[in-house]
């Protein structure tokens, strides 16, 4: 089993930027990929970014140079930075973590995006 706590989430205006954390406990040795997703209102869940234990990134187009992932192994801590926020990037961010094929989500948190 993995707990995934996130935090960091808020309302900022547009063009500013947010830091979110997602500590994991638990199994946390079996994690391959942590990621986070976020859900707009009304919307489907959608992936934002994920990264691998050694290090690899995928991002979603609509946020490729303007979020950052990483992930301290040492801490069990995935972050995803978050800048020239845009209105449309407001959702409930939910973290991710993957072991084998099993899933463990976060509770959520939500970012607002002031225009």
């Known amino acids: 089993q993995v707990q995934l706590v996130e935090s960091g989430g808020g309302l900022v205006q547009a063009g500013e930027s947010l830091r979110l954390s997602c500590a994991a406990s638990?199994?946390?040795?079996?994690?391959?990929?942590m990621g986070w997703y976020r859900q707009a209102p009304g919307k489907q869940r959608e992936l934002v970014a994920t990264?691998?234990?050694?290090?690899?990134?995928n991002y979603a187009d609509s946020v490729k140079g303007r979020f950052t992932i990483s992930r301290d192994n040492a801490k069990n801590t995935a972050y995803l930075q978050m800048n020239s926020l845009k209105p449309e990037d407001t959702a409930v961010y939910y973290c991710?973590?993957?072991?084998?094929?099993?899933?463990?989500w976060g509770q959520g948190t939500q970012v607002t995006v002031s225009s």
């Open positions: 990264i691998y234990t050694l290090g690899s990134t």
């Open positions: 991710n973590a993957r072991t084998g094929v099993t899933y463990y």
């Open positions: 638990g199994s946390t040795e079996s994690i391959n990929r």
